[in-house]
Every structure is written in C-alpha cells, then in structure tokens.
C-alpha cells in the first residue's frame, strides 16, 4: 500500500505561481516513477508531468514550458513548481506514483490516491 499526501494548493490570479508537494510513503521503491495529475471540473483525471529515478521527464502538452516537476529521492517528494497560470489549469491536483511509466500514463491503472489539493485561478 502507498499513501500520498499533496500540499500546496490555493487560489491565484492568471499568471500567478503555486508549488505543489506530495509526499509518498509505504511500498516504495527508489525506482518508482512520480508523477502529478490534474482532474477538471466535469472532466476525467489526466497526467501532466512524469519523473523517473534518473530524472527524466515528460509533460503534458497543455503544461509544457510552464509547469517544473521534481522530485528529492530521499524524502519520497514530488514537487509540481507551476508558473503563468492559466484559469484552464483549475482542478483537483493529485500526485501518483508506480514502477511502470506506461502505468503512470493511465490513471485509471493507479489504485492508491491521496485526496489531492485543489488549485483555482481565477481570471
């Protein structure tokens, strides 16, 4: 079993900033992939922003070049550093995790969620 547990989230203006942590704890490899995922108002659950071990990395379309996934091996964080915010980056953030990136890119393969943190920007 994994429990996850994100931060961070809150209410902005346009082109604010807002960083997201989730921390991940029980069956935890250090290989695990991370990864962060957003769910719309009336929309289903998407993955936006991936980081294996080795940091490498992949973004959504809809995020890339603004959005900043990291990650501290040590502590089992993911960090979500989100940046020029948009009022269609609005929803329910929550982070994942998974030994397998195909699993990662599905997340309705994922079985463990934490109750993620709301982010609302407003126009």
């Known amino acids: 079993q994994v429990q996850l547990v994100e931060s961070g989230g809150g209410l902005v203006p346009a082109g604010g900033s807002l960083r997201l942590a989730c921390a991940a704890s029980?069956?935890?490899?250090?290989?695990?992939?991370m990864g962060w995922y957003r769910q719309a108002p009336g929309k289903q659950r998407e993955w936006i922003a991936l980081i294996g071990s080795g940091g490498n990395i992949q973004y959504g379309d809809s995020v890339k070049g603004r959005f900043t996934i990291s990650r501290d091996n040590a502590k089992n964080t993911v960090y979500l550093q989100m940046n020029s915010l948009k009022p269609e980056d609005t929803g329910v953030y929550y982070c994942?995790?998974?030994?397998?990136?195909?699993?990662?890119?599905?997340?309705?393969?994922?079985?463990?969620w934490g109750q993620g943190t709301q982010v609302t920007v407003s126009s």
């Open positions: 029980g069956r935890i490899s250090s290989f695990n992939y």
């Open positions: 994942n995790t998974d030994i397998n990136w195909v699993t990662m890119k599905s997340p309705g393969r994922l079985r463990s």
